[in-house]
């Protein structure tokens, strides 16, 4: 009986310790910033980019969003560089998610996610930050890795 009680208060006090869903009504801001995407072939795109900097802020992402505009994104950044893991649950929308170095070199792509998807989906190495942007914007703007992010929180920004 008493090692039932035990496993019990440790099994409630893990469930108080576990994050708390994100729920779509809850108010969640992002500052918003400029990044320059300039491709090995001479493009150079600009697009307007919402920053997710906090855990909480990386956690809710585009999630429950029903459209996004074709310059618009979000940056995720990371303190270091990592492999980062992303997913699609509670996202409506298909996304390029477009993963950078602290050099600011783009070193993947994931092209059009499947929405609602729990599948995880990998920078594939260190990474430092992604950028999420409508699906079919990479292939549309010949994004592809190697090139160069410009912006304050890259080396050479």
């Known amino acids: 009986m008493r090692q039932a009680v035990l496993v019990l208060l440790t099994a409630l006090g893990l469930l108080a310790a ?13 500052d918003t910033t400029e990044l320059v995407i300039e491709t090995q072939a001479g493009g150079s795109h600009r697009f307007t980019v ?4 906090s855990m909480r802020q990386r ?7 029903e459209e996004l505009a ?13 492999e980062i893991r992303m997913w699609m649950r509670n996202t409506l929308i298909p996304l390029d998610m ?8 783009i ?7 499947v ?3 729990e599948k ?25 890795p190697g090139d160069r992010v410009r912006h304050p929180l890259f080396d050479g920004g």
Do not use: W
């Open 115 to 117: 929405p609602l998807s």
């Open 50 to 53: 919402e920053l997710a900097l």
């Open 120 to 144: 995880v989906i990998s920078s594939g190495g260190p990474a430092r930050a992604v950028i999420e942007v409508g699906g079919g914007t990479a292939r549309r703007l010949a994004i592809r």
């Open 59 to 65: 956690s809710r992402g585009l999630m429950f969003r």
């Open 98 to 105: 477009i993963f950078v170095a602290s050099n600011g070199r």
């Open 107 to 113: 070193v993947h792509i994931a092209e059009e996610t």
């Open 18 to 30: 576990a994050p708390r869903p994100i729920l779509a009504q809850e108010p969640m801001t992002f």
């Open 70 to 82: 074709p310059d618009a994104g979000m940056l995720f950044v990371y303190p270091q560089e990592q």
